[in-house]
């Protein structure tokens, strides 16, 4: 949550409501007119998703509001406020990679299927075939392992705790990637983000119709595990 005063958001032409994420876009031309942020120790109150499929739907949502923002000027804004925005982004360009990397993986180099794919002729360009593999290790453990330990340590969470956490984000995360993939690639080619409020009436018992919801993702994995 933040808190801004009325005469510097008038002096930032209000609130910048060509993003869905307004608030941060107006943040960063706060920014840019020279105010300054400052983190304080409040009590507040937030409506967090009960649900994994709330959950997931808002993680996509979020995602396309930080691709949104690419569209910004960041000419004025300090490096150090920016390479905070572009690590948002990262966590979110990351899964093209990793889906692109699984169809790599999975059916261009192991599979007869191959021979269907335009890259075949030119296997022998992509550095070795385990090449691929290698980069996803790296992105993969850089995103999850050396990005989070860092704040176990600075929020003082214990590593069961850490990595219960760890393994139910990457279980959601991997399940609505592809529905994510395709969300971003739609936003990045200028299709317009709409705003989706957190269903509050949507509850934990119906976490089994995330499977009706993101089918997608259920056959493509189904197919991967079969491959």
């Given at each position: 949550?933040?808190?801004?005063?009325?005469?510097?958001?008038?002096?930032?032409?209000?609130?910048?409501?060509?993003?869905?994420?307004?608030?941060?876009?107006?943040?960063?031309?706060?920014?840019?007119?020279?105010?300054?942020?400052?983190?304080?120790?409040?009590?507040?109150?937030?409506?967090?998703?009960?649900?994994?499929?709330?959950?997931?739907?808002r993680q996509i949502r979020w995602s396309k509001q930080n691709i949104e923002l690419?569209?910004?000027?960041?000419?004025?804004?300090?490096?150090?406020?920016?390479?905070?925005?572009?690590?948002?982004?990262?966590?979110?360009?990351?899964?093209?990679?990793?889906?692109?990397?699984?169809?790599?993986?999975?059916?261009?180099?192991?599979?007869?299927?191959?021979?269907?794919?335009?890259?075949?002729?030119?296997?022998?360009?992509?550095?070795?075939?385990?090449?691929?593999?290698?980069?996803?290790?790296?992105?993969?453990?850089?995103?999850?392992?050396f990005v989070g330990l860092p704040i176990m340590f600075r929020l003082k969470i214990?590593?069961?705790?850490?990595?219960?956490?760890?393994?139910?984000?990457?279980?959601?995360?991997?399940?609505?990637?592809?529905?994510?993939?395709?969300?971003?690639?739609?936003?990045?080619?200028?299709?317009?983000?709409?705003?989706?409020?957190?269903?509050?009436?949507?509850?934990?018992?119906?976490?089994?119709?995330?499977?009706?919801?993101?089918?997608?993702?259920?056959?493509?994995?189904?197919?991967?595990?079969?491959?």
């Amino acid at each position: 949550n933040n808190l801004n005063r009325t005469e510097s958001l008038l002096e930032n032409h209000g609130f910048n409501e060509k993003f869905v994420a307004e608030d941060l876009a107006s943040g960063f031309g706060l920014i840019k007119l020279g105010y300054k942020c400052k983190l304080v120790d409040v009590i507040s109150y937030d409506m967090f998703p009960e649900s994994i499929r709330a959950y997931s739907r808002r993680q996509i949502r979020w995602s396309k509001q930080n691709i949104e923002l690419i569209k910004l000027n960041f000419t004025q804004v300090n490096m150090l406020t920016k390479l905070h925005f572009y690590m948002h982004i990262y966590d979110s360009l990351i899964w093209i990679v990793f889906f692109i990397g699984i169809f790599i993986s999975i059916f261009l180099y192991d599979s007869s299927l191959k021979y269907t794919f335009i890259l075949y002729p030119f296997d022998n360009l992509l550095i070795g075939k385990e090449a691929i593999r290698y980069i996803l290790y790296f992105f993969y453990t850089l995103s999850f392992l050396f990005v989070g330990l860092p704040i176990m340590f600075r929020l003082k969470i214990s590593f069961i705790d850490y990595y219960k956490g760890f393994a139910l984000l990457l279980a959601v995360s991997f399940f609505i990637m592809p529905y994510l993939v395709i969300e971003l690639i739609k936003t990045l080619f200028g299709c317009k983000t709409v705003f989706s409020v957190t269903n509050k009436r949507d509850q934990i018992n119906q976490d089994i119709n995330i499977f009706n919801e993101f089918y997608i993702s259920t056959v493509f994995f189904v197919i991967v595990v079969i491959k």
